[in-house]
Each structure stands twice: as structure tokens, then as C-alpha cells.
């Protein structure tokens, strides 16, 4: 057994692992696109076609339908394959809209490929249920392949989701390799792929449980060198600093991705309209605007998927409140209604909070209201997510309050705005939770490979895992 990671070449790919099981099975876990390259130029597409051999691939697992998670499925169907594509359910419902969009971005604005690509995509894509081992076919060359030499391989694997507290649908995976011949615990293998893994105090959805074996581990690192703020705390920052920045009847941008972040957020605010609308009239008032009909679709879903939110969430309903569907909240969906939206921000005087996409500033209709408004003293622009390098989010963050400008569809605009940064608003596990994640396990990896972060992120990791597992191997993946 061994585990190659594909990607992060250049900065620009995103998850994909591939377990090779023998010498004629291989699984692939996630085929992701890079955060930061979420529409990125011709530069970046032109790195993004599968380069590696598929032949071997007999199964693709899905962790979660983030695009640094799945982006690369269009290639990967390109390039021919056509074997199950395995998701949660909640997971296989939300993937074709995110493969579309994808699509309409990075690939093909022509319908009938993008339909045709989509068809494709359905008929490989196998729901499966949290919590329930199901079977990996390996191909027929080494169930039939009963030789001495079999005797010393993984002939055999099935598969696990289980729940990872990041988005909805999230999972992370276990896999289970056995030999059939010689049918010796010994001779099993318990791999885990973490994907990513939710934080302790992410709102709506429950933490992850730790499983109860991992010999090897894969685990993401993005914020294996931060704690967070608790979630009281970071609630707290979010009210102080939306008071703060409505208090000169300015907009409050806050760039999120689609998927998991806007309804974190949307979930917080109802928080803070419903506890402080009595105390401070501009709770009741102030309107809370969705600039993102693929945020509106997702919010659907979380509408749709109920039975995976948490305790908190669920006891909210039973009162009658409406964590995601709240009266303050306007949702814009056509692209003219978007730019009528900025213009109407632009001449009135009266706060708003508008949340919009790419969660880094990169692209989407986030860029179009800091074109307008980062020019703006009134302008307050909240980050509540990893920036990662390169992106327009880290410029503005690391230039906005020095007085500096960034560069925003090549022109160098000024930043006037304020920038604040909440840290503790984060759907990944922080190093607490990351290290918890190990703890909890009952059989304890011998192998831990660590990817998926920042450099210094990875090496602050590992180094906890080291204190932790002083006889493990513990290696820095990409
Ligand atoms: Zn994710
Ligand atoms: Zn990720």
C-alpha cells in the first residue's frame, strides 16, 4: 500500500489522494481545485488537466463538496474515467450544482458539454449513507490473480463516511484493506483520509467523533498552528464589530464561500437580530443581504438536509425561529439585480451587510463591490476565513491597514476601508481539534501524513504529533 498525492502543484490544485491498494488497484480521494484558482486565468486552467495514469483508478471518494475538493472532477471525467464516484448523500445532492458552476468558470461556457459533462457525473455518482461500510471493487485482475504472491497484498477494501462537522454532507473516510487468503487481523489495514474536519463550535452542524482505528492517517493541517476564539467570544467579535461599522451607515462586506461559511454566518446573525433587536434598534433594521443565487441553492439544501443539524439548531426550529430564512435577509439573484444592489448601496445612507462570493476575494461578485467600495472610509470589510497566498482576501489583509491598495481585475485600487478579521469564524478544526482527532482514537496511527496548509501550519502539526506519538512516523505530504 501506498499513498501519492496529486496536486498543490504550483500552488494551484487542490485534495487529491490516490491509495494505491496493489499493484492493479488504486482509490482516489477528492479531486480538488485550489481555493485561491477558484477562477482563476487561462495560466492556471492549463495545469489543471489529469496528468497522472487513471487506469488503475477503480473508485473516487468524495469528502465534501468544496471546490478545492472536487474542481477537478471535469477534468478527471475528460480523461476518461468512468468508475463509481462515492459521496454522502447530502454530498452526492449538492455536487452537480458545484460541478456546474465549476464548469461555467473554469472549463466551458457551452451548454451542451456542461450538460453532457453533468450526465456523466450522475450516473457515476453513488450515495451513501454515514456510518455504513460499503464494498470498493478493486477490479477483476486481482480477484482472480490467487497466487502465492497474492497472499501478501490488500485484495480486498470497504469504505466508511463518517460525519465531519465541516460542511453539509462533509465526511471523513475510512478504509478498510484485508487479504482474503490469509484472512489475519494483522495482515488488515485501517487507512483514514480526514478531508476536512470541522471546528469543536461550528454552528448547525455536530463535531467529529474521532474513529476508533487509523493506522495510517491523512489529515489536513490548515489550521494545525492556531487556536481559535471560542464560539461565545467570536459571536461577541462579530456584534462588536458590525455595531462598530453600521455606526457611520456604511456597508459591511463580508466575502464567504457558498457552501458552509454563508450559512454559518447566516445562523450567527439570526443569533445576534434575535438577542439584541430589543436592545439596539439597528438589529431590527439592519438588512442582511445574500449576494449569491449558488449560496441561495445551498441554503436550500440546509433547508432540505434539517436531519443532519445539530442539537442547538434543531431546538431553534422547535421555537419557531429561522436560523437560515430570517426576516432581515434579501437574497439577489440575477446578475442585473446584483449591479442594481451595488448602485443602491453606493447612493443610500443606511448600513447594510452584504455577504458575497469567493470567500478570498478571488473572483465572483465579491470583487465587483470592492471595486466600488474598498474606496469608501465607511466601508468596513469583515474576514471570517483563511486567506490563502496569492489571493486578493490576503492583500487586502495584509496591505488594507497599513493604507495600501490591492489589485482587483488588474487595476490598483485603494483600500480606505477597515479591515477587520475575525479568526475564530472558521468551519476547519484548529490544532486543539486536530490533535483531539488523534487522541481520540483507540488504535493509534502508525503513519500520520500531513497536508492540506501552510508550511508553517504542517511543521507546527507535526511537531504535536511527534509529542504525542513519539513511535510514529509523522511526514509533511503536499
Ligand atoms: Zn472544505
Ligand atoms: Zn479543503
Known sequence: MQIIHHGAVNGVTGSCHQLDINTHSSILIDCGLFQGAETAGKSAIEQLPIEFDISNIQALIITHCHIDHVGRIPYLLAAGFNKPIYATVATAALL??????????????NRRMIKLYLKMLKQLITP???????????????KNNNTAATANRYNQAKAKFRAAGHILGSAYVEIALFNSFTNKSKNNHRVVFSGDLGATHTP??????????????????????????GRKQRCESLRKV????????GVVLIPAFSIGRTQELLYELEQLIHRYRHKNQMWENIEVIIDSPMAAKFTEHYLQFKALWDNEAKQKLKQHRHPLDFEQLYTVGSHQEHLAT???????NKPAIVIA??????????????A??????????IFVGYQAQGTTGREIQTY?????????DGNKVAIKAAVHTISGYSAHADQHNLINFVKGMRIKPTLIRIVHGDNDAKNALAEEYKKLLPGAKIEIGV
Open 96 to 109: 452537480p450544482m458545484v460541478i456546474e458552476d465549476a464548469l461555467k468558470i473554469g472549463v466551458t461556457q
Open 128 to 142: 451513501i449513507e454515514y456510518n455504513q461500510w460499503f464494498a470498493l471493487d478493486l477490479g477483476t485482475a486481482i
Open 204 to 229: 448547525l452542524l455536530a463535531s467529529p467523533k474521532s474513529p476508533y482505528r487509523a493506522d495510517t492517517l491523512v489529515i489536513e493541517s490548515t489550521y494545525g498552528d492556531k487556536n481559535h476564539q
Open 242 to 249: 458590525i455595531e462598530k461599522s453600521v455606526a457611520d451607515n
Open 342 to 348: 451595488i448602485e443602491y448601496l453606493c447612493k443610500r
Open 357 to 370: 462570493a469567493s470567500g478570498m476575494c478571488t473572483g465572483g461578485r465579491m470583487q465587483n463591490y470592492l
Open 372 to 381: 466600488r467600495l474598498l474606496r469608501e472610509p465607511s466601508t468596513d470589510i
Open 400 to 408: 488594507g491597514p497599513r493604507g495600501g491598495y490591492c489589485t482587483i
